[in-house]
């Protein structure tokens, strides 16, 4: 009975050790070919030196970019002065239908991570997301400093320093405007002498 057993067991074994070890033969049946439709190619960043912020026919929307050229971003409030209040921004560059992302925006100490996905604009496909008014990564926007917009995939565009879009995300969030102080210049007294 033992040797019968161990006949058993010699048998498995063996045909077990008929069987090849794991190979990479097995990776190379997986077809390597790339689809058909991918991700598009990734855009340069544009240049910004002579960009601007520009008011438009809505006291509550902006856009951002070189005079006489395509826009490159714009920042809208909807609900202004409410707790619903948000601002909607839009990357103008090219996104994949259906494609979603988060949108950079990092200045003035800030860091904004913002969820965006692909829209339809005037026929064309363009990242755009709505982001509560509060929330305070919009203060990257404070024009002490340059800030930083990137999505994957459209370059990163500098934004040149201005009052506008912070002036624009106070009014969303229903802020009363910030009163600029106007500087008291001490003047000595005048001494009027008589006329001789």
């Not at 067991?9 to 990479?24: E, H, R």
């Not at 209040?85 to 994949?96: F, G, Q, V």
């Not at 934004?159 to 001490?186: D, H, I, K, T, Y």
Request: glycine share 8%.
């Amino acid at each position: 009975m033992r040797r019968a057993s161990l006949a058993g067991v010699l048998v498995v074994v063996s045909l077990a050790g008929c069987k090849p070890p794991p190979t990479d033969n097995a990776a190379a049946r997986v077809s390597l070919i790339a689809p058909a439709e991918g991700p598009s190619a990734p855009l340069p960043s544009p240049d910004t030196t002579r960009a601007i912020w520009a008011s438009t026919g809505s006291a509550l929307r902006l856009v951002y970019g070189v005079p006489g050229e395509p826009v490159l971003l714009a920042l809208e409030c909807l609900d202004p002065a409410t707790p619903e209040a948000r601002l909607k921004i839009t990357r103008h560059a090219p996104a994949d239908p259906g494609a979603s992302a988060i949108l950079a925006l990092i200045g003035n100490g800030y860091i904004g991570r913002l969820p965006v996905e692909a829209a339809s604009l005037k026929g064309q496909r363009v990242w755009e997301g709505e982001v509560p008014a509060l929330t305070p990564e919009w203060d990257a926007l404070k024009p002490e400093r340059e800030a930083t917009v990137t999505v994957p995939g459209a370059g990163l565009v500098r934004l040149n320093p201005s009052p506008l879009p912070m002036a624009l995300v106070e009014a969303c969030r229903g802020e009363p405007p910030v009163p600029v102080p106007v500087p008291q210049v001490e003047t000595a007294p005048i001494v009027m002498s008589p006329i001789p």
